[in-house]
């Protein structure tokens, strides 16, 4: 903590500052200038908040050094990390890619989607049951039957299965179901009771960014899942809010090598949301290789004209196929595998 006194600060405010440092435990280094003197709280900060101090006569203002955000920060662990859904690397050498369709729509077309993907390459499957909207008359998703088609495909393919949870209530089922990897997404990204029963779970988390969220904001959301317990977690950048209205959102490439730095967690991009248009999902990908994403969530329906929910944005298989082999040497360029 450092604590910036005012130019008119006497001694006896300095000393009162001092004096409420040590009586935290913590000791003193005081650095006088010509106009200001800094204090600076040397020791474990976690028992001081800046409140403690700017309240006091004579404190023009007083901040942190330590981040709020530690267990998933590098100050805590310098290297990456590795978050393995089902055996299936996410981070390190290798670029993910996890492919499906944003809503389920039945097991037929689900299952055969999956085994189109898996031909591929493909070696995660996305689906959503439960879908979030906007507008409280739009196609809400299958719900619970949704997850029994998404496990009976996933597991006849052999690839890990991810759906996005709405509600801390549903947590039973997706354990139930077995979910491998239980999505947050932008609008449960500060349900704080929500990531703390995820954070109590041995079960990978993947936390969408919010639309109006800071970097900080997002990663002390992740914090709150990794003080219970579980540290599997992945973080996937989708847009945020912007003033224009050409795309969804607008992609914000230059999170990826901020959270790089901040944080060892794994960081994912989900083009197809944040671009809302499918002719835009490959430049967001190819950017997002570029920028040192360590995998991509795609939109991906067998007909998009004719799906249930966000038909835009979506990508045929065969236009995946094609993504594919234009990310392959961008891959390549970055020290990366698809």
């Known amino acids: 903590m450092i604590i910036v006194m005012a130019a008119s600060a006497t001694a006896p405010q300095i000393d009162a500052v001092v004096g ?21 709280a040397v020791g474990d900060e976690r028992s001081l908040s800046a409140d403690m101090f700017e309240t006091m006569p004579g404190v023009e203002r007083a901040m942190r050094v330590v981040k709020d955000y530690r267990m998933v920060s590098r100050e805590v662990k310098p290297d ?12 390190g050498p290798q670029l993910q890619l996890i492919a499906g369709p944003g809503a389920i729509e039945d097991a037929a077309q ?24 906007t ?10 039957i949704g997850l029994e088609y998404l496990q009976q495909a996933a597991r006849a393919h052999g690839m890990p299965m991810i759906s996005e949870i709405l509600d801390v209530r549903l947590l039973d089922t997706f354990l139930e ?31 969408y960014r919010g639309v109006s969220a800071t970097l900080s904001e997002w990663l002390m959301a992740a914090e709150y899942i990794a003080i219970g317990g ?14 224009e209205p050409a795309a969804r959102h607008a992609l914000d ?17 989900d083009p197809s949301h944040a671009g809302g248009r499918g ?29 249930w929910c966000d038909a835009e944005q979506a990508i045929t298989p065969a236009e995946l196929q094609a993504l594919q082999a234009q990310l392959q040497p961008l891959a390549a360029a970055v020290g990366r595998s698809l």
């Open 20 to 40: 409420r440092i040590r009586a935290a435990g913590l000791s003193e280094h005081i650095s006088r200038g010509t106009e200001r003197t800094i204090i600076g």
């Open 80 to 91: 990456s990390s590795v978050v393995s859904i089902r055996g299936v690397p996410i981070g």
């Open 110 to 133: 689900l299952n055969a989607l999956a085994g189109e993907l898996r031909a591929q390459g493909v070696r995660l499957l996305r689906g959503g049951a439960f879908k979030p909207r």
């Open 135 to 144: 507008s409280p008359y739009a196609f809400q998703g299958v719900g619970e």
């Open 177 to 207: 179901y077995d979910v491998d990897a239980i999505q947050v997404g932008p609008r449960n990204m500060q349900n704080v009771p929500l990531l703390r029963e995820l954070g109590c779970i041995n079960k990978p988390v993947l936390l």
């Open 230 to 243: 579980n540290h599997n977690i992945v973080l996937c950048e989708r847009g945020i809010r912007s003033f």
């Open 253 to 269: 490439i230059s999170a990826i090598p901020l959270l790089k730095r901040e944080t060892h967690l794994p960081v994912l991009v």
């Open 279 to 307: 002719w835009l999902v490959p430049p967001l990908a190819a950017a997002a290789v570029a920028a040192g994403a360590d995998g991509l969530l795609l939109e991906v329906h067998p007909s998009p004209q004719d799906a």
